[in-house]
């Protein structure tokens, strides 16, 4: 019988790449045009927040007072060092001045509570291409598909936007990732290593701009808390968490932890949505339309001895081996009767319906 596998690591694969900017913009390169890994290849304007000032409370009047003090219009243009508003003291001997600390647009004032709202000026963003190769297809105003060489690490769990940086090594592979592994140091960079993500050690690589984290396992209340089903998968948490084995303490495979030390200061990028990890292959390039179908899961036979994982959600934390290759039809907790398969876990062995797992493959 044939169930679902799964290859964890490919190397040198071609592959269409799916750069995307993060707003409408303009794309700069055309179908069949080469591009480098730091071509710029789109742009766009992206808001930058807000911030609020008490212009009442600044200037010393009333609520009701500090329009009439404002200089500019609001939806005005401003910069840092202009004077947005002004009162006269003392019958005009002098002045109090509010002077803007940021370039920004004047948004909003709300007289009631005499607070002026300042969007931060737009910043341009460039996309880069991020790999080598050839622009397959444009995507008008949003992105392009690139022809590349790649190698991929596939995991089972991803939270947060696609993100890129290059690969740190913080941790063992068979120990929880503890605070002091994450420095000034990894800002910027997709940190490897750890059988456990916490929590805390999530928030701590958000106070440091740390771009994503690559850990074995993580409690299920931690997932939940952090990208929970009602907010969904899609939504953004500040830093994007690629979990290679499952929930609970997991270990990461010998053969990833591995791979990613080979990798390691190398430029990569997390895709969120597809759960993998790509390292593209900065001196090779491949036509667009040579690359090779990505298929996430394939079918293989069960046999004796093939490492397998209990994907019945929501666990992800059971690892096995296949004990016997022969099926059996058995009754199982639902009360139903469904072929099953002979799985020897670390400490017992029991029979598992097929359906609920997946064959890991190492080569």
């Known amino acids: ?16 790449i799916e750069r995307e900017l993060p707003i409408e913009g303009r794309v700069l390169v055309k179908p069949g045009q080469q591009v480098r890994p730091e071509t710029v290849i789109g742009v766009c304007w992206c808001a930058s927040g807000f911030k609020t000032f008490n212009l009442a409370k600044l200037l010393k009047v009333p609520a009701s007072r500090s329009k009439d003090l ?10 840092k060092g202009a004077v947005i508003a002004k009162r006269k003291q003392f019958g005009g001997l002098r002045e109090l001045e509010f002077i803007s600390p940021i370039d920004g647009i004047l948004h909003d004032f709300s007289e009631q509570k005499g607070i002026l709202t300042i969007q931060y000026a737009p910043k341009e963003f460039k996309l880069v291409a991020g790999v080598g190769g050839v622009v397959d297809r ?17 995991g089972v769990l991803a939270a947060g936007s696609d993100r890129d940086g290059l690969i740190k090594i913080i941790s063992n592979p ?48 931690d997932f939940n808390e952090m990208v ?5 998968r899609s939504e953004d948490i500040g830093t994007t968490v690629f979990i290679t084995e499952g929930f609970g303490y997991q270990p990461m495979n010998k053969q990833i932890f591995e791979f990613l030390t080979r990798y390691e200061n190398r430029f990569a990028m997390i895709l969120s949505d597809l759960v993998r990890l790509v390292i593209p292959d900065l001196g090779k390039t491949v036509d667009g339309k040579e690359y090779i179908e990505d298929k996430n899961v394939k079918l293989a036979p069960i046999a004796v001895g093939e490492q397998v994982r209990v994907i019945a959600p929501p666990r992800l934390d059971l690892f096995g081996k296949i004990a ?22 670390e400490q017992k062995t029991e029979r598992v319906p ?10």
């Open 1 to 16: 019988m044939l169930v679902l596998a799964r290859r964890i690591t490919i190397e040198n694969a071609p592959r269409i």
């Open 70 to 79: 404002i200089l500019h219009p609001i939806g005005s243009r401003i910069y």
């Open 138 to 154: 444009v995507i008008p105003n949003r992105g392009v598909n690139i022809g590349a060489v790649v190698s991929e690490v596939k």
């Open 174 to 221: 068979d120990i929880a990732i503890a605070s002091p592994a994450i420095t000034g140091t990894c800002e910027g960079k997709i940190v490897v290593g750890g059988a456990l993500l916490s929590k805390e050690i999530i928030y701590k690589c958000l106070a440091l701009k740390v771009r994503g984290i690559v850990c074995g396992g993580i409690h299920w209340r």
């Open 228 to 232: 929970t089903i009602a907010r969904g």
């Open 324 to 345: 016997e290759a022969e099926l059996v039809e058995d009754r199982v907790e639902s009360g139903l009767r469904t072929q099953t398969c002979l799985v020897e876990f």
């Open 354 to 363: 097929v359906r609920n797992v997946e064959i890991i493959k190492t080569s």
